[in-house]
């Protein structure tokens, strides 16, 4: 071998260390890499079978507030993480559309509930047993509601060709202003269970307040005084209804005091059903508590039939004398000079007025180591027409 050729192998020999140094690196690197790729793979495919069962098990039993899935629903997670944290960022980020129950109110720290939650309370609101499933509800956007009532005649006369005409009566308009009062409700939970993640805090609020606002609402629309609440039916002033005079509502007496006529007990009834006008008795309904249902409903006519029957249908109120019948728990029961027992066209003669809004403002100072949850909304309501409802007085006169 001449020394030309020694020196070229001698040189070739580091290149060829080199290129096979690099190449086991190559190699090494794709089995790491393909290793890698195969753990993150692995690993993805458990946190998505985790995530599954931690939803499942999250959601199961738990009262769905409407069809949608909350974290499919932005405004809906952003107001439960609100209730859970206080955290309004995702409340701040989100463009709300500019509907009831649909805005944010940030002036005073608290937001509108969103519509799923809303829709629930207002479900049982409508299913409680008060006025307002009879009364006409409107919704108003200013602090009071007026109704303009009309409750005279103008007037007529027979003329003839040649006789002087003569000047007829002129329609007095009424004015009734319903103002709207606050209602609200302040339940509270600790921060520990709203930390739970399968706790449903969207329902339990929204149960707590419908609870506490249907209570409160069906007894103000019975005996509220007006004062910082609706003024109920049985707030004004009562009359004999020989005597009655618009501003009053008139009333039938039992003959008795205290208790139905021995003899003719129905014929009180009947003396209620026909003091009201025909033009109201066609939507006329009668309301009462237990007690006084459980009462009545033995009276018999002359032929031995019950006035009472049931409803044919699930949901269908019962019926006196082919009228419905609406058991309101806070009217009075049957006493001596008690009015037990109302009847009339309520969606003519009573009127309850309610804002669309629902606010919501979270308190986790006050009551430390519970947080608060103050909820207002503003509702109003009184009697429109005084014509249209008549009651029945437990007494002699």
Do not use: C
């Not at 890698?36 to 079978?49: V, Y």
């Not at 738990?62 to 499919?72: C, E, G, I, K, W």
């Not at 419905?324 to 037990?340: F, H, K, R, T």
């Amino acid at each position: 071998m001449t020394q030309h050729q020694t020196r070229a192998i001698a040189g070739d020999e580091p290149t060829m260390e080199m290129k096979q140094a690099l190449n086991g690196f190559l190699n090494d690197f794709r089995k790491f890499q393909a290793d890698m790729k195969s753990r993150i793979q692995q690993q993805e495919e458990r946190l998505t079978m985790l995530d599954r069962k931690t939803h499942l098990k999250a959601t199961a039993g738990r009262p769905a507030l409407s069809a949608a899935v909350a974290h499919d629903v932005p405004h809906l997670k952003a107001f439960g993480a609100y209730l859970r944290t206080g955290d309004d960022d995702g409340l701040r980020s989100l463009e709300f559309e500019g509907k009831a129950l649909s805005s944010a109110v940030a002036a005073d720290g608290g937001y509108l509930v969103d519509p799923q939650t809303a829709e629930t309370i207002r479900s049982v609101l409508t299913s409680t047993a008060s006025l307002r499933a009879v009364a006409q509800v409107v919704t108003v956007e200013a602090t009071s509601y007026d109704v303009l009532v009309d409750h005279s005649d103008i007037g007529s006369g027979w003329a003839s060709e040649t006789a002087a005409q003569i000047e007829t009566d002129t329609p007095q308009i009424e004015r009734v202003t319903i103002p709207l009062h606050e209602l609200s409700a302040m339940p509270k939970a600790s921060q520990r269970l709203l930390d739970d993640s399968a706790f449903d805090i969207e329902g339990w609020l929204a149960g707590r307040i419908a609870d506490r606002f249907a209570r409160a609402e069906a007894a103000a629309f019975i005996l509220g005084d007006g004062v910082d609440k609706p003024t109920g039916i049985l707030a004004h002033p009562q009359v004999e209804d020989s005597a009655w005079d618009w501003g009053a509502l008139g009333y039938i007496a039992t003959g008795t005091v205290g208790d139905f006529d021995a003899v003719n007990p129905a014929d009180a009834v009947l003396d209620l059903v026909y003091a009201l006008g025909a033009e109201y008795r066609a939507n006329a309904s009668f309301v009462m508590n237990s007690k006084t249902a459980g009462t009545v409903r033995k009276m018999k006519d002359a032929d031995g039939r019950f006035l009472w029957s049931d409803g044919l249908a699930a949901g269908e109120p019962a019926r006196l004398l082919g009228y419905p019948v609406l058991v309101a728990e806070d009217m009075p029961d049957i006493a001596a000079g008690s009015v037990a027992i109302a009847f009339g066209d309520f969606r003519a003669g009573y009127t309850v007025a309610e804002r669309p809004d629902l606010r919501v403002l979270r308190d986790p100072f006050s009551a430390k180591p519970h947080v608060l949850f103050y909820a207002t909304r503003r509702v109003g309501g009184d009697v429109s027409d005084f014509a249209a409802i008549k009651l029945l007085k437990f007494s002699a006169s």
